[in-house]
């Protein structure tokens, strides 16, 4: 059939229009059968914990001072007296008179190459938690039971902790040690015993430095409390009073617990209790009411886990998954490290929490915070935690 010109062209446009308006249209989407994701294999098998909790160091964990160029015992006094004169505002002619009657001490020495805490759980335990130390205990806490409540209801360190830090520490205060303090950090601040190893020379001249600058600030504190620091006498290592403080933690952490104006941490039993809790809280950050350690139950697949310190920067949860979970029922976001003990049975695997590391901040050592921790719980008349061991298993 022939169409008119005119009806060809309006049929040729509109051929174009629904040709052209095809070409912008998206093609359909292509159909494809939906397949299933594989399933992926999940493990089981135990991982090392991440340190996962928060943790601010106190005062107190600046690194040790640094030592002295190489130079004689002589000079090394002079620049001591030349330092301690400026940084203290000491007449050089003071520190030199008391440097003058300071003798250098074999027997200390001695001492500082064998402490204790090298001895392994199994030896180190008995030394502390003996029989006697727990009677001796259970007296002090009765006799002064009024002075300690008082401490512990403003401070929530407990009464027992406080008197076996000082039964740990001079037998409730039968022996403060007959050392002159002035003798004893003149002998290591500027006659640390060498060992000879040279892995080990760095820290012995840092050790040494650490001395010296006590001795410095005994002189501050001898300054700062009116006290001739000629006439004191303490341990080996150079602590003094009851709770066995380094003038450093004198000047830091003491306090004054009667108001008296004074602190007295060798006579006053009020400033005593008060600074060991204070130094407790300040530079151990004690949390009131806390655990300080449990047994850890070690399952048969956990894998070998060593902390370096004794910092809790770990939850009980992740631990759990890692195969060492609390013996005592605490909430899972409780934060604790592993601690291990050479104990008569073998290797003991322990959780360590916040007042577990507060311990270790008087006296850097896992054996002397259990210590402490056990004679404090004999004292109180809680299960020894020696019969509680029995839980839980051998670490791996």
Request: charged share 20%; aromatic share 10%.
């Amino acid at each position: 059939m022939s169409r008119s010109p005119h009806a060809r062209r309006i049929m040729t446009c509109t051929v174009a229009l629904a040709l052209a308006g095809c070409a912008t249209q998206a093609p359909p989407p292509v159909m494809h059968p939906t397949q299933p994701a594989a399933p992926q294999p999940v493990s089981t098998a135990p991982r090392l914990p991440q340190p996962t909790v928060p943790f601010a160091k106190p005062p107190g964990t600046s690194p040790l001072p640094d030592p002295y160029p190489a130079m004689s015992p002589e000079q090394a006094r002079a620049q001591f007296v030349r330092d301690t004169a400026a940084k203290y505002g000491i007449e050089p002619a003071r520190i030199e008179s008391v440097l003058a009657k300071a003798t250098k001490r074999e027997s200390i020495l001695t001492a500082m190459s064998r402490p204790a805490e090298a001895k392994p759980w199994r030896d180190y335990r008995p030394l502390l938690v003996t029989d006697a130390r727990i009677a001796g205990g259970r007296k002090f806490l009765e006799q002064h039971r009024a002075k300690l409540a008082k401490v512990e209801a403003a401070t929530g360190v407990p009464a027992e902790i406080i008197v076996a830090i000082i039964g740990v520490e001079t037998s409730y205060g039968a022996n403060t040690g007959k050392h002159s303090i002035v003798d004893a950090l003149y002998t290591l601040g500027f006659y640390y015993p060498r060992s000879g190893d040279p892995t080990k020379a760095e820290r012995e001249a840092r050790r040494e430095a650490f001395f010296r600058n006590e001795l410095a600030m005994l002189f501050a504190l001898g300054k700062q409390e009116g006290v001739d620091v000629s006439s004191l006498t303490g341990s080996y290592a150079g602590a003094m009073g009851y709770g066995q403080f380094m003038p450093s933690s004198y000047l830091e952490f003491a306090v004054d617990g009667d108001g008296d104006g004074k602190r007295n941490l060798f006579t006053n039993l009020d400033d005593v209790f008060a600074s060991i809790a204070n130094y407790f809280i300040v530079k151990g950050g004690w949390q009131r009411g806390g655990p300080i350690a449990a047994r850890a139950q070690v399952a048969p697949d956990a894998l070998p886990f060593e902390p370096e310190g004794f910092e809790p920067v770990y939850t009980l949860g992740d631990l759990a998954e890692a195969g060492y979970r609390a013996s005592a029922p605490l909430p899972p976001q409780t934060p604790a490290t592993v601690v291990y003990l050479d104990g008569a049975d073998g290797r003991e695997a322990w959780l360590g929490f916040r007042n577990f590391y507060a311990i270790t901040r008087y006296n850097i050592s896992k054996h002397y915070a259990m210590a402490v921790r056990d004679l404090a719980d004999a004292i109180a008349g809680r299960t020894p935690a020696a019969n509680a061991a029995a839980q839980g298993s051998t670490a791996p």
